[in-house]
């Protein structure tokens, strides 16, 4: 009855998971006497992958450690701060992408920020007030995405041979314009559903600082 009562209260997993790179993102706040803003990052332009882009500190999971400590790791080593001026609210959404990556998201506060980081992976440091997320609704593309199976793929086994009615589906992607910055795909996609928490838990209502 032990294993049937563990079988009872497991956790479901998500099929397939093993295939998905696994990261962890810090959604950083700011509280200055402006009010609340949320930080984010320009990717240096001398790293591979999306160099340019403006993104929130994280990186992929490393064996033996939490999501939450991958991205209060990821942030120290970017923002060079200290783990201790990061205080965590909690969990944010998760977020599971079509191209085989999860991401999960954390909220917390970096308090008494002085502006730095690592000029190996950050270009520059971006300020932008949370209300302006709470005004603004994005901009709304969709992309289309199409099933194409490899050269080898084995037709004669399925009905329909070549000819099978593949699943067509759809993917949104967001953007968000402030001045002349653009915050778009994954982050936008992590930032509408921060929001969206934060109003609908009231964490940081409005113009208000935290105490």
Not at 41 to 54: A, C, F, T, V, Y
Not at 133 to 140: E, K
Request: hydrophobic share 35%.
């Amino acid at each position: 009855m032990q294993k049937q009562d563990e079988f009872l209260a497991r956790r479901p997993g998500i099929i397939g998971e093993d295939q998905f790179r696994q990261y962890a993102v810090l959604i950083p706040l700011l509280d200055t006497p402006e009010g609340i803003f949320l930080l984010f990052e320009k990717r240096s332009d001398k790293l591979r992958r999306q160099p340019g882009e403006i993104c929130f500190p994280g990186g992929k999971l490393e064996q033996g450690e939490t999501f939450c400590e991958c991205a209060v790791r990821e942030t120290v080593e970017e923002l060079l701060v200290k783990p201790q001026q990061i205080q965590i609210f909690g969990p944010g959404d998760i977020y599971i992408s079509p191209f085989n990556l999860i991401v999960h998201s954390y909220l917390g506060v970096i308090k008494e920020y002085q502006n730095t980081f690592s000029t190996d992976e950050v270009a520059e440091i971006i300020r932008i007030p949370l209300d302006f997320f709470r005004n603004q609704q994005p901009a709304h593309y969709e992309s289309r995405l199409i099933n194409e199976p490899p050269e080898d793929f084995p037709y004669e086994w399925i009905p329909g041979g070549e000819n099978y009615p593949w699943a067509k589906g759809t993917y949104d992607i967001y953007f968000y314009r402030y001045e002349n910055q653009i915050i778009w795909g994954m982050t936008a996609y992590v930032v509408r559903s921060a929001v969206k928490l934060m109003d609908e838990y009231h964490l940081f209502p409005p113009h208000e600082q935290m105490q």
